[in-house]
């Protein structure tokens, strides 16, 4: 199994190692966007918001919440969090699949991801103000096939935007041997006949139980012969 990084995933590392601190990583799903925005040149554990329509500011910078005696006291959300990481020098906050944030939590995270010179926050309780600290980065992730795709505002800022093609190597040796070509394939196809990794993961659950046919069949559905004979040629091999 051919183990090198593709280009792509050596951008990603080459980029975090030299100091980026914002960084757009979208393409097809399944390829370990979210899997290395969390773990790559990181220390401390990243903060992680999963973008919706309906994500709120308040599932960004916090929120009133009651405590002892219904006194409400305000609990910081993952992006101040992540700005005061690590004693203060900041850690990793990871926005998955950004471009479906909108209205008043998009508006929130262009503010938390303004350049750390510029972002500032008041803490709504004690009135302290709150800029992130030094080793603060974002990564956002998106499943856009094009970053054209993506707002602007956003775009304007995320200087630095990678397109992965493919999936990171080490998601595809964590599948036994025999699906790791049919995998690879199976993920570098037209956007139609693509297959998710994560499709695989599941077939390789399943198959232990219900045997290869069965799984194929309820994994891969009409592909299921095709993943199928791919399967057969890679046993030959
Ligand atoms: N470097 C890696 N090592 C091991 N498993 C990985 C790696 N990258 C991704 N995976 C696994 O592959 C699957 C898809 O990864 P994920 O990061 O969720 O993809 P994406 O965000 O591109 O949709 C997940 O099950 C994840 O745990
Ligand atoms: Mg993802």
Redesign the pocket.
């Known amino acids: 199994m051919d183990n090198e990084l593709g280009p792509c995933w050596r951008d990603v590392e080459d980029v975090l190692d030299a100091g980026v601190d914002r960084l757009l990583l979208y393409g097809p799903?399944?390829?370990?966007?979210?899997?290395?925005a969390l773990a790559v040149g990181t220390g401390a554990p990243a903060e992680r918001i999963v973008c919706t329509e309906d994500l709120t500011g308040a599932e960004v910078t916090g929120t009133w919440m009651p405590g002892e005696g219904g006194r409400f006291a305000w609990r910081e959300g993952p992006a101040i969090r992540a700005w005061r990481a690590d004693g203060g020098r900041g850690g990793r906050l990871v926005l998955d699949e950004v471009d479906r944030a909108a209205g008043d939590a998009l508006a929130t995270l262009l503010a938390v991801t303004d350049s750390s010179a510029s972002a500032r926050w008041r803490h709504p309780e004690s009135l302290e103000w709150v800029s992130p600290g030094p080793d603060y980065s974002v990564v956002a992730?998106s499943?856009a096939e094009d970053v054209e795709d993506l707002p602007a505002s956003l775009l304007d800022r995320f200087a630095v935007r990678v397109r992965?093609d493919r999936p990171?190597p080490?998601?595809v040796a964590?599948l036994a041997p025999d699906l790791r070509g049919p995998a690879l394939a199976g993920s570098l196809g037209p956007s139609s006949r693509r297959v998710s990794?994560?499709r695989f993961?599941a077939f390789a659950r399943l198959r232990e139980r219900l045997g290869a046919e069965r799984a194929a069949a309820i994994v891969f559905g009409a592909a299921a012969p095709d993943v199928l004979d791919a399967l057969a040629i890679a046993a030959l091999a």
């Open positions: 799903p399944g390829t370990g966007k979210t899997y290395a992730t499943n992965i990171h080490a998601a964590a990794l994560r993961y």
